[in-house]
Structures are given as C-alpha cells and as structure tokens.
C-alpha cells in the first residue's frame, strides 16, 4: 500500500503507530515539515464530514493502480473531491508492475476532467511504486509545493477549531474523540463541544499514543473528557466557558431528539428541487442544477447527459455530480445530500433504504423511462415553466421466492412481501436488479388457494401479472399509486 510506504521512508519512522492503525491519520516530516495524511477511501465517515460541509483536507491524492485503471470507486473518489472543492494530485501506482498501462489510466482519468500537466491540463500526476519505494520522495515534494501556492496555513493563536474523524465509547476511558485540528491549538483543560458533545480537554494523545499537553493545527489527536461520543463529521470547537459549552451542546442534542438529524447550519440540509431553479432565475442570479444521473445501461447514461447537456443556458448550468450504471442506492442519496443536487433515474428505480433516506433528507429523485419527458422535465424547470406533476407512492414491495407455471393461466410468482401492503389491480412496475423491465397491472392475488384483496408485509402469496411471463427468483415487485400535486 502507498501509504504504508510513504510512513515507512519518513526519515522519522518511529512516528507511526498509536492511532495511526485506528484512523488512518498520521504525519511524515519532509524537508522540516510536516505533511498530514487521512486514509479516507472506504471510510464511513468520509460522505458523512462531506454532508456536513466540513473541509477536512486540503489536498486530496488519489491513488490509481497504473494496471487495473479507473475503477467506479475511482470515480465515486473522484466525484467526492469535486464536490468539495478540493485540488486533486493523482500519484499513478504499481507502475512497475507488469501490464501496467499509464497513457490508458491518464486517458480515462482525462475524460472524467482531470488532464495530467503533460497533456496541456492542471492535474499533477506522479508515477509510483509502492513495493519499491519508487515516485514516493516527488510526491512527497509535489504536496509541499502544491501547499505552498494554495498557501495553506492556520494560526496556532486562535480558538481550537477541528473536525471528528471517530468517535467511541472506551470502557476505563470513557467518550473518545479522534479529531484533526484545523486552526488554533488545543490545550489540556480546555473547555470544548463537538455536535451535542462538550466537556473539558482532561487528557491529549498523540498519533503514537503518548500524552501530549497541545495539539497543534493539522495534528490528529484523541481527546477524552467528552460528555458522550461525538459524530464523525462533527466540528468541535475550544469555547470560554464550560457552561457555554453544556448549554451548546443540551440545545443540539434537543433539536436531534425532535427532528431526528440536525445538520450543522453551514451544511446543504437537503437536496435542491427543481422548482428552484426557477426561484433563483427570478432574483436575476446564474442558477447551476446538480445532478445525480443513474441509468439502465451505459448508451442511456450516455445519451441523457448529451441531451442535457444541450439545454444549458447563459442563466442556467448543468453539474453532474455523480454519473452511473444502475439502481438509485442510499450513496446517491448521500452524494445529492453533500451537493444539494436532484437525484435523476432513467429506466431504473430507487431500493427501499434509498426512498427512506431521500424522505429524511428532501432528496428530490425522478425517475424516468422515456428520455424525451425527462428532457422535457429539466427543460421546464431552467425556464420555470414546470406543469403539475404526480407524485408516486410506493405501496409494497413483494420479492419473487418460487416461480410456478399453471396450466391456461402461465406463469404465476410466489412471491413474499418485503414492505407495505400489495393489492389486487395495484399499478405494478417489476425490477431486475434495479432496473425497470416491466411496467403493467396485478391481474391476480392469491393467499394459498383463496383469492385476497391485499397482503400485507411478513407473508406469503401469489401473483399474477397481465401479459407479463418472464419472471425470475430474486425479482421485485413494485406496487405504486400516483397522487397529482398542483404548483402554486
């Protein structure tokens, strides 16, 4: 691994360990100074600090193997540096190994945006090997100087100000938090509050678990004094008085009681709806609609974004957030919640974590199956003449268990439902894997061999579908009703 190697040539090689194995956060010393590195790919709290408008890092390197190419975790990695705005140094791996291919890895890392500084773009690009130790020391040099042009610095003389990468319960410890401080200096006896959390600093330790009295900007430490553990993504924040500390802290952990989440007030608290757009042309400012763009094949996802790429206007842009093959997942809707975007499907259908979690946040998500009403759609919305629309509620969910061929009547599905309530004559839509390949009516529902109105969810029945045969184990039954909402 990379970074393994980048800890294990840092002319201070004592320095790894302590929490280092826990987090993933530690530092090398290069030419006298010290470079921070967040392990974040994989890590749950990564979308989270994202959602919650916290700038954690300032640099992000993306590492891609020079043998297997951009990967959909690349892009996803990719899509989550964009959205927040940070530069990206691309440090090329395994470039050693046999059928590595960098001109292949740089052309597909072109064409999502980033164009290597050889090729006449702006992206810094490093070829490395992490078994040999080679491009280690130059990546090193380049963060450094990428740092000194973006002049990344903090005070050490103001308020501590710092974000919680973990959080945990510690038997013995009690509350610990492992933040990274960004500006200021955090002290042993401070008083803090991180989300509903606050308390006084009454120990500091460092990355290779010793006690320290300080934390300095850019230092990852674990605090403990804590009144509960904290959230990852949190801020925390050095404050003058314990009392102002407790009263923060009480007063958030009523608002999430109440409202179940209560995002920081610099954070995108939903996504944006497409009646905004128009709102926002109307007060004469450039409106951008952010979108998440999932489709059923590649051909549609590519043919989609061209068509509406075609609509933009002087007043009105288009940003795809995130672009994809298949079903609308719970990491759309993170990604719509961290860049405030809609959520647009073509021919494939949210699961039922994803609807839930859009229903928290405000995510707006449309789902289409023919392109020209989809284009249609967004038109309207950049010149703020969108028509009533119906919304749709799902009513059930039922999953294909057994699939049975009955004599003059064809194939019937026994199926089990997941969720809601499935009722004879139900509009019916039916996934495969995410994807929308049928759309029709329920023509039969059966519970054993009586005929039933409605099933509910935790049992057993059978189904048939109008003039639709094709059925297989592991398929969802979608049940749905459409309600027409009028805009005012």
């Not at 674990?222 to 003058?240: I, K, M, N």
């Not at 997941?418 to 019916?428: A, C, H, P």
Request: charged letters at 25%; hydrophobic letters at 40%; glycine letters at 10%.
């Amino acid at each position: 691994m990379l970074l393994d190697r980048i800890r294990k040539t840092n002319v201070v090689e004592s320095e790894a360990g302590g929490i280092t194995q826990h987090i993933g956060a530690y530092q090398v010393e290069r030419d006298g100074q010290r470079i921070t590195f967040i392990d974040t790919p994989g890590h749950e709290a990564f979308t989270a600090m994202r959602a919650r408008g916290a700038q954690v890092t300032d640099i992000v390197v993306l590492v891609v193997a020079a043998d297997d190419g951009v990967m959909p975790q690349t892009v996803e990695a990719i899509n989550h540096a964009k959205s927040a705005g940070v530069p990206i140094i691309v440090a090329l791996n395994k470039i050693d190994k046999d059928g590595a291919d960098p001109n292949r890895v740089l052309q597909q890392l072109s064409e999502q945006g980033l164009v290597p500084e050889a090729w006449g773009g702006d992206t810094i690009t490093v070829e490395t090997s992490a078994l040999q130790g080679l491009g280690v020391d130059d990546l090193l040099d380049q963060i450094a100087v990428l740092s000194e042009v973006l002049e990344l610095k903090a005070s050490p003389e103001a308020p501590a100000r710092g974000v919680v990468l973990e959080a945990n319960l510690d038997v013995g410890r009690g509350p610990v938090a492992t933040v990274l401080i960004q500006s200021g200096t955090l002290r042993v006896g401070d008083t803090i509050v991180a989300g509903p959390a606050w308390g006084k600093v009454r120990a500091l330790i460092d990355e290779h678990g010793d006690q320290v009295k300080e934390a300095l900007p850019s230092m990852p430490a674990q605090v403990l004094g804590l009144s509960e553990p904290a959230s990852a993504g949190d801020e925390l924040r050095a404050t003058s008085d314990l009392g102002i500390a407790r009263t923060i802290g009480e007063a958030r952990e009523q608002r999430q009681r109440y409202a179940g989440y209560a995002p920081s007030p610099s954070a995108p608290a939903s996504g944006a709806k497409l009646e905004d757009i128009f709102e926002q042309i109307q007060r004469g400012e450039t409106a951008t609609l952010n979108l998440v763009l999932k489709a059923d094949v590649q051909g549609s996802l590519e043919a989609v974004t061209e068509s509406l790429r075609r609509l933009e206007r002087e007043d009105v842009k288009v940003a795809f957030v995130h672009r994809a093959v298949g079903g609308i997942t719970e990491y759309d809707v993170q990604l719509a919640v961290a860049a405030a975007a809609t959520i647009i499907g073509f021919n494939v259908r949210p699961d039922r974590r994803a609807r839930e979690l859009a229903e928290t946040h405000s995510v707006e998500i449309r789902t289409y199956e023919i392109i020209y009403k989809l284009v249609e759609d967004i038109e309207a919305a950049m010149v703020g003449m969108l028509a009533p629309v119906f919304e749709e509620i799902v009513t059930g969910e039922a999953e294909v268990r057994e699939v049975f061929r009955v004599p003059r009547v064809g194939a019937v599905a026994g199926c089990y439902v997941l969720n809601g309530t499935i009722t004879r004559g139900s509009k019916v839509r039916f996934l495969r894997e995410g994807a929308v390949i049928w759309k029709g009516a329920i023509s039969s529902l059966r519970r054993f061999k009586d005929d039933a109105r409605e099933v509910q969810s935790g049992f057993e029945c059978g189904i048939g579908l109008t003039d639709f045969q094709d059925l297989h184990q592991g398929d969802i039954i979608e049940t749905y009703e459409e309600r027409e909402i009028p805009r005012i």
